[in-house]
């Protein structure tokens, strides 16, 4: 049976469903899930991510990790964890990065948190030569000093949304029309969580949470406090998220988001103040991509690269370089934000 059917008899069963357990089956499915099934990245996937686009990025955010590993006086031990490390590439720069900061891969454990056992064979295929270990959750990494990143990672995890109504919500749920799926709306109730959108919107206003995003930023900032490190979430989305903003993407072109389930990748923006929020360290400005990587020296690197190449080599990198600075490509859209503790300076490229 498709994950679609599986889906349909579900809901003929017990009722509709929320869009954060549509988007759990649809992308973490064991046998139909996106992440568990296809293969997303690329130029022949669905969509291509920073890391994808120029070696350069990870190269940055790994200089950027060591930066505050030095300023913090290089912990003896850290765990350096990779949040959703997709094909890999990310955390392969950063260690190939690092290798030229004297002492830091010796005291580096790399910790991969990635739920699809389909893409954990191709990280360990991407870092074969490292010793690289993984973990379910964040808080099954090992306690100790803390250096994370994590790329396109909140924007995959599931989200409720509320269209407000008086001063109450109701849940956008995902039913049945006939024998289709098909959106419809819950019964008016009160939302404690969303008390303070009370004051940004209107009448039928929707606003989305991920109810799985902030229990995770606690529980690495509270290390961070605790132990010493930093963090670097990197993704779409704005201080505040408001309206709908799940979008379903299948090579590379925008689907409907009931149309195929688990053939298509299913993410919303990340609302960077709620991570802010549920933080137990402290945190950057919300930062720019274009910004953060101009000012760790994207420019200088790239024409250090540039000198060795020619022809299209030399075309794809010069647009490799604009595709994730300019402001009308990543440069804007993605956002930064960082995670320090109390006594320390934001990590290089952000500040307070
Ligand atoms: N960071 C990568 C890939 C982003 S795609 C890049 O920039 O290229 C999202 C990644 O998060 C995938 O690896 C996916 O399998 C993983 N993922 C999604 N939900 C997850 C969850 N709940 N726990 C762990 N990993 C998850």
Same mark, same amino acid.
């Given at each position: ?10 809901? +003929?069963?017990?009722?509709p ?8 089956d649809?992308?973490l ?24 686009v120029s070696?350069?990025f990870?190269e940055l955010?790994?200089l ?8 913090q ?5 850290f ?10 590439t ?22 991969l948190?990635?739920? &699809?056992?389909?893409?954990?064979d ?11 270990? !993984? ?9 100790g000093?803390?250096? !994370?990143v994590?790329?396109e ?6 989200i ?6 008086g001063n ?19 019964p ?8 303070k ?9 929707i ?22 490190g ?21 090579a ?5 988001i009931?149309?195929a ?7 919303a ?5 709620a991570l ?9 400005k919300?930062t ?6 101009e000012r ?5 690197? &790239? ?6 190449? &020619? ?7 010069? &647009? +490799? ?23 320390? +300076?934001?990590?290089a490229g952000?500040?307070l």
């Amino acid at each position: 049976m498709s994950l679609q059917d599986q889906i349909i008899a579900r809901i +003929a069963a017990s009722g509709p469903i929320s869009i954060a357990d549509y988007m759990t089956d649809c992308l973490l499915h064991p046998e139909f899930g996106y992440y568990t099934s296809q293969n997303p990245f690329g130029r022949t996937g669905d969509f291509i991510t920073a890391p994808e686009v120029s070696q350069i990025f990870g190269e940055l955010i790994g200089l950027c990790l060591a930066q505050a590993w030095l300023d913090q006086g290089r912990h003896d031990s850290f765990v350096l964890a990779e949040l959703g490390p997709g094909r890999g590439t990310l955390m392969k720069d950063v260690l190939r990065a690092t290798a030229t900061v004297p002492g830091f891969l010796d005291a580096c454990r790399p910790f991969l948190i990635e739920a &699809s056992p389909r893409l954990r064979d191709v990280q360990r295929e991407t870092l074969a030569g490292y010793e690289v270990f !993984f973990a379910d959750r964040a808080e099954d990494l090992p306690q100790g000093p803390l250096y !994370f990143v994590a790329n396109e990672f909140f924007d995959a995890l599931p989200i409720r949304q509320f269209r407000r109504s008086g001063n109450g919500w109701r849940e956008q749920q995902i039913g049945l029309d006939g024998d289709k799926l098909a959106l419809g709306l819950g019964p008016i109730l009160p939302q404690p969580a969303l008390l303070k959108r009370l004051e940004d919107t209107l009448e039928g206003d929707i606003v989305e949470d991920s109810p799985t995003a902030a229990p995770v930023i606690s529980e690495l900032s509270s290390r961070i406090q605790h132990y010493g490190g930093a963090g670097l979430v990197i993704d779409y989305g704005d201080w505040r998220s408001k309206g709908d903003t799940l979008q379903a993407l299948r090579a590379h072109a925008y689907m409907d988001i009931l149309a195929a389930p688990g053939t298509c990748d299913l993410t919303a923006h990340v609302d960077f103040e709620a991570l802010a929020q549920a933080s137990n360290c402290n945190h950057s400005k919300l930062t720019p991509q274009g910004v953060f990587l101009e000012r760790l020296g994207i420019t200088a690197r &790239s024409q250090a690269l540039a000198r060795h190449l &020619s022809g299209d080599a030399l075309n794809n990198h010069i &647009s +490799a370089h604009r595709r994730l600075t300019h402001p009308d490509e990543m440069g804007n859209l993605f956002k930064v934000l960082g995670f320090f503790p109390d006594g320390a +300076a934001p990590p290089a490229g952000l500040d307070l």
